[in-house]
């Protein structure tokens, strides 16, 4: 078996995942999650229109890869289908899966990066192409260390606080980048084909233990002639959060139901959340980094 460190628990798995964090467990006191192969109910074989279900207590999600089953919020169970790629499969676990392990331990999954320093955690999100990674790269550069690249696990701890889970030491880069950065793409992990999408060791300091969030950023597109920037203020909060769940594709409607709003709201009520709009066709990447900079440091 192989124990690692993840999300802020102690994971025990008969895969073995090579970007985890490692886990001493002779001195964890974390909570034990498994990710074990298992099988497949009859039924769920049988299963012809839905791909997906969540529930509480039961999850699921079939593609061309593998049975993902998510039971009680501490188990993930895996059947890796005909011609179905391991690296594909540990790809979707540590997204989908654990993704719908927060749902049933009521935990908020959201498709960001997160970076923090001494003050708190901050959580930088947008779709492909709105220059995520670039601000992410800017604020490490400025001393800020990684929590995570693609996905955060956020939950409600003392007094109410927010709290944001680290995840592995790895950036997901697209293949250009990983070009460009002087990568050898033959040894990283090919972890997407849709995106043509690479895992790259991150050599700078990472974060291991939770850290309270202290800003949201949305990174987003215009139709304006200059970058927009403003504070997201009351309600219009819990939309930015739930819209930027990630698992808000499959979700669909069921990501405002009222768990789900619960604790956006809860999130609300302690984050200062913040937009960048960048106009389209333009090149506004230094001001863009100015404006989130500045955000940031006021918090």
């Avoid at 676990?93 to 001494?118: D, K, P, T, Y």
């Avoid at 680290?166 to 972890?191: D, H, W």
Wanted: hydrophobic share 40%; aromatic share 12%; charged share 25%.
């Amino acid at each position: 078996m192989y124990h690692y460190r993840l999300y802020g628990f102690h994971v025990i798995s008969d895969l073995f995942f090579p970007q985890l964090v490692k886990e001493n467990i002779e001195k964890t006191d974390s909570e034990t999650i498994y990710i074990l192969a298992g099988e497949v109910p009859e039924w769920l074989r049988k299963e012809k229109v839905k791909k997906y279900s969540f529930g509480m207590e039961y999850s699921w999600l079939s593609n061309r890869t593998a049975w993902i089953i998510v039971e009680n919020g501490n188990h993930i169970w895996y059947v890796l289908k005909e011609n179905g790629k391991e690296t594909y499969l540990q790809s979707y676990i540590l997204g989908f899966g654990l993704s719908m392990l927060a749902m049933q331990r009521g935990m908020l999954s959201l498709h960001c990066s997160a970076l923090c320093n001494e003050k708190g955690a901050v959580l930088i999100a947008g779709e492909s192409g709105v220059g995520k990674s670039t601000v992410a790269s800017a604020i490490l550069e400025e001393g800020y260390s990684l929590m995570a690249d693609d996905m955060v696990l956020v939950e409600t701890g003392r007094e109410g606080m927010i709290f944001a889970n680290p995840a592995f030491p790895f950036q997901k880069l697209c293949r250009n980048v990983a070009e460009e950065r002087g990568y050898t793409l033959s040894e990283l992990l090919y972890i997407n084909e849709e995106k043509d999408k690479f895992l790259v060791p991150y050599q700078g300091d990472f974060c291991v233990d939770p850290m309270p969030v202290r800003a949201f950023v949305l990174l987003g597109m215009v139709e304006e002639e200059k970058v927009e920037a403003f504070p997201v203020l009351g309600t219009e909060r819990i939309s930015v959060y739930a819209n930027n769940l990630f698992l808000r594709h499959l979700l669909k409607e069921e990501r405002y139901s009222p768990s789900v709003v619960q604790k956006c709201l809860e999130m609300a009520a302690k984050v200062s959340t913040y937009y960048v709009g960048r106009p389209i066709g333009k090149d506004t990447t230094e001001q863009v980094i100015r404006e989130v900079l500045q955000f940031i440091e006021s918090r």
